[in-house]
């Protein structure tokens, strides 16, 4: 006996159920077979700090559709799933738990803090993939990794020694940027911009000889006290003469020299700028070429050191205020300007970024960049929407040395070793045990590398290299790269570029670029406005389904959307349309009938439904080829609700309630047509397309399994769509009237139809007698009856007698009564009017309103006279 669906679609009981059953069968599992063709997505690995918001699920939803679409035409799809260690992230989340025992990094030492964070990544790190798996995503679960397991961290050892062998990879003085607040130095991608309100300090350095003096402006002027040179443009005319002259620094007494160099914008302030190499990268650069000293005056944690003098210990801001007040009261300070201006901040704590100086590790970049930028050109990597190739572009082609050290002990350990006694530095994949020259002790490096060293291994490390295995071989380079357009410098660049360098070839072939899910307003979700969603909270409410339907339906590729409950609801809404198809669909089949087939003997209707069904399947596969997702969905939304459910279900219950092998066709054509509908709509909504599919008959163990549909031309009846359009546009037609004169549905009336197409109209009567309320039909090329209410189409005139639509008895009552009323409250506005005293005394807009009350109740009483005048 066949399976039954329950009356009403609970995704709480089968969600679940459903997803179980697909682990069991290991459908996600990549199989690995050099005879299939592989399709591969590396998932952008979420921190082990991580909770699902709405970007994962968005994400992650636009993955596991397109995985799924691949997975049922045929491929050998890997989606490879995996989280990230999030060095800063979750060092301070570890920090923060200690303190809370009273306890700091330094009181437990590095083994104990590394203890600590392997124990908080058992307990925690799985949660975010657990949260995944509510979403149905199909990743092979059995291929998970983590950027700090064993196989990511050689690979991470093999790259830092290669590329340092290189040359490519160097430690150095330089400005970086650091965080006081995470105490690290962060790159260039890490540091987001604020738009703050400061001021412009003009200051005062006298000339050492006494000639006069030169105006500066600085927007940070308790970094002054690290000042060891003032900079001009070497063409400015201004200041020709005092190039080489040395000013005096106020406030420190310092005599600090005047150089000459282009960096200086001559129009811009007054054309001079003062150097704090120690604190400023431009600064840094100019320091270099002329020499100037580099004067540290800040601490790690951002307060003014022993280089201050007397404003060592305060904090910048306090040294700051302190700076200004002594340069007001010894005469330096010209004048203050307000100015609106971005400020770098941390992209983890939002804590202003300190430029200073300080000894790291970098990358080369260059060399690595050229190549990068090359295979984007070329077309060998394309980004969707291409508009984002510029974005990467613009960073590629201006990028800076990367500083890939942090100050943290949670992350890969540089594997650089140092000796104490002979100076020797050695670089190596393995621990070396001695110092190779004098056979000394090592110490190893205490720096980490930045997350991002490792995470830019993500689509070969996670395969298998620097190892050659099966897998590298099989699925390398991957094929689609699904990431929201924030992550391109961060992520996507780093990938493409260490892809190059150790692999010759390109990481993907493309770029699947989406925007963020904004809150009803069009606002960013955060905390700080309180307007996040909890997608699990959703997921509970509406079901996976309805969430993974809301997000791709109206996306484009690379826009943001707006997240609305009224959006999931519908979506839910839609979830319940699909269910409710196909209980009517099973509780009209016959126990022998046949999993899908185009069965003989094909109506009108069949023939129109499987057209459009075949056209829909070409469209939703071309959109999906091109990543319009969007577009797709709102495609099957469409054909769903309104053709399958809307129009041909109740086209084929006519046959349905005959019996025999009209009603045996139209059932096998509403299983064939089901289940393509389950097949299309499954990357979308998977689990309510399982637990159809496996009551309907069906061939085969899932429909994840199932082969996708696709388009046959033997299936193209357009002549007979265009004969089903005709007679849909009659029903439309006939159906507005009707509802326009408020005819009730149960009151039948006979249809003259008058049109060249006698033989199709004549054919589909009782069409029009079960879905248009026709009592009869008639049809000719010509009528002309008396008393009817007319309606046109393109391909007809209809017309339906006046009589069969009206009790003229009835309606004459009901237009007196009407008229009566509507004469009554004329009347009495009509006193009121009459009225001097109302008129003279009520506020003018009250009047005016009841002028106009009036004019519409005359309106309404002509028009009614009109009506009860021509029922006679």
Known sequence: MRKELAKQYDPKNVEDRIYKYWLDGKYFHAKCDPDMKPYTIVIPPPNITGQLHMGHALDETFQDILIRWRRMQGYDTLWLPGTDHASIATEAKIVEAMKKEGLSKDDVGR????????????????????????????????????????????????VFVNLYNKGLIYRGERIINWCPHCLTSISDAEVEYEERDGHFWHIRYPLADGSGYVELATTRPETMLGDTGVAVHPDDERYKDIVGKTVILPLVGREIPIVADEYVEMDFGTGVVKMTPAHDPNDFEVGLRHDLEVINVMTDDAHMNENAGGYCGMTTLECRKAVVQALEEQGYLIKVEPLHHNVGVCYRCHSTVEPRISKQWFVKMQPLADPAIDIVKNGTVKFVPERFDKTYFHWMENIKDWCISRQLWWGHRIPAYYCDTCGEIVVSKDTPQACPKCGAALRQDPDTLDTWFSSALW?????????????????????????????????????????????GKEPFHTVFIHGIVRDELGRKMSKSLGNGIDPLEVIDRYGADALRFTLATGNSPGNDMRYSEKKVEASRNFANKLWNAARFVLMNLGEDTAPAHVPQDLALEDKWILSRLNTLTREVTENLEKFELGIAVQKLYD??????????????????QQGGEPAKTAGDVLVYVLTGILKLLHPFMPFITEEIWQVIPHEGETIMMSAWPQYDPALDYSAEETDMERIMAVVRAVRNRRAEMNVPPAKKAKLYIATSFTDLFSASSTVFMKLAAASSVEVGTEFSPDGAVNIVTHDAKVYIPMGDLVDFEAERARLNKELAKAEDDLAFIGKKLNNPAFVEKAPAAVVQMQRDGAARLQDKIAMLKESIAKLG
Request: negative net charge; charged residues 30%; proline residues 4%.
């Open 459 to 503: 689509p070969f490390s996670t395969l298998g290299w620097p190892d050659d295995t099966p897998e590298l071989r099989h699925f390398y380079p991957t094929d689609t790269l699904v990431t929201g357009y924030d992550f391109i410098f961060f992520w996507v660049a780093r990938m493409i570029f260490s892809a190059c360098e150790h692999m």
């Open 639 to 656: 054909f769903i609700w309104d053709v399958f459910c809307d129009w041909y279900i109740e086209l084929a219950k006519i046959r349905l």
């Open 111 to 158: 083994e104990g803090f590394l203890e600590r964070a392997w124990e908080w990544k058992r307990v925690f790190g799985g949660r975010i993939v657990e949260q995944l798996k509510k979403l149905g995503s199909s990743c092979d679960w059995d291929r998970e990794r983590f950027t700090m397991d064993e196989g990511c961290n050689k690979a991470v050892r093999e």
